[in-house]
């Protein structure tokens, strides 16, 4: 999947209502019999196949006017093509083949479906946008910072995975955390760590995770019996540092789900295109550079501003410290697998969660 270069937000205040009016435009596509099967194509292409091609893309508005009909190839169908790649949130190539294939031949009633289900998500969803807010669309694997009205910067994302699903909150960033620690969720301790300590009972001293009982007091990993759900009675704690599951920061957001967004020591995951892999928090890249723009408002310890090179200077002391915002920015995660703009244009991404069920 690749990050959309849309200046416009994925959520604004009119998106519900674009997205619901949309809905009602792919319905009666889907009514009208649908859109033509599209075959594999290249820039060059001649042809039937082309023909359906130019259909295909005209009716969802890719393509306008004389450009909507002819067996030739143009520099124009080349565009047309790159715009659906845009909206689809694919590598804009200009031919249509694997990710492309697949999505152009997804059914218009199936798009009305991820319409239809992203606006019954959205009703009566109540947020506080204001000058400066952060999204989270979870099927878009992708942070929007939006500032006045528009996309100051975009970040890709790891996401909660189909058996981790990541939640649907709105809620206020409050803090960015350095050098954190990270508490083990229990079921982690269950599914995962207590597998792992029967077959390696080193997996907690090499993982810089500590056991601690209700006084906070060190237990030793010996003294629990790993073949049991005993450990559960315990907190998990992993040593902050590189290693740290959270990596060098934290993104302090409170929410009932206690879900948040962070850093990762596993960098190399933003390279996939399926970027489904956390179990529900949010993974950013280029998390300095998100942090640094959420304390701008904040007055740094020099009396300057907040900079990434300065979060990076006060990581390297190694010493944890909670940087509490000025003003807390408020933060929202959605699931939309098809949106439309304020201008009317409409999106798509995969329905990874398989929740879209209106209209079945």
Not at 44 to 64: F, I, S, T
Not at 284 to 289: A, K, L, M, N, T
């Amino acid at each position: 999947m690749a990050l959309s270069d849309d200046p416009t937000p994925v959520l604004q205040p009119e998106t519900f209502f674009a997205t619901a009016k949309a809905s009602e435009r792919y319905a009666a596509i889907a009514d009208a019999g649908g859109w033509p099967t599209v075959s594999a194509l290249s820039p060059g292409a001649k042809g039937p196949g082309v023909a359906a091609l130019r259909k295909r893309l005209a009716l969802e508005g890719d393509l306008e006017g004389a450009e909507a009909s002819g067996a030739n190839w143009s520099p124009a169908l080349t565009a047309g093509v790159k715009h659906f790649q845009f909206r689809n949130g694919l590598r804009q190539t200009g031919v249509v083949a694997g990710a492309t294939l697949r999505a152009i031949n997804v059914p218009a009633r199936v798009r009305f479906k991820q319409l239809a289900s992203s606006a019954n998500r959205l009703a009566g969803m109540v947020f506080p946008y204001g000058d400066k807010y952060v999204v989270v669309n979870l099927p878009s694997t992708a942070v929007d910072a939006v500032e006045y009205g528009h996309v100051a910067h975009r970040y890709t994302a790891i996401v909660g995975g189909p058996e981790h699903h990541s939640p649907q909150i709105s809620t206020k960033i409050v803090a960015i955390n350095l050098n954190p620690t990270w508490t083990v969720p229990e079921s982690i301790i269950k599914n995962e760590i207590i597998p792992k300590m029967r077959s390696q009972p080193n997996y907690l001293s090499r993982a810089r995770i500590r056991i601690l009982n209700n006084k906070g007091q060190e237990v030793n990993p010996g003294s629990i019996n790993w073949n049991s759900d005993q450990a559960k009675n315990f907190m998990l704690r992993q040593d902050s540092g590189a290693g740290n599951s959270l990596g060098l920061i934290r993104i302090a957001m409170p929410n009932p789900d206690a879900v948040y967004m962070h850093d990762t020591p596993s960098r190399n995951l933003f390279a996939n295109d399926y970027r489904f892999l956390s179990h529900g928090c949010v993974r950013v890249q280029g998390v300095y550079d998100l942090a640094a723009w959420l304390l701008r408002e904040t007055p740094a310890p020099n009396g300057g501003v907040w900079t990434g090179k300065l979060i990076q200077d006060r990581i390297a002391s190694g010493a944890r410290e909670d940087v509490k915002l000025t003003s807390p920015v408020p933060v929202i995660w959605v699931y939309m697998t098809g949106w439309a703009s304020a201008e009317g244009t409409v999106h798509f991404r995969d329905d990874v969660y398989n929740v879209d069920t209106v209209g079945e």
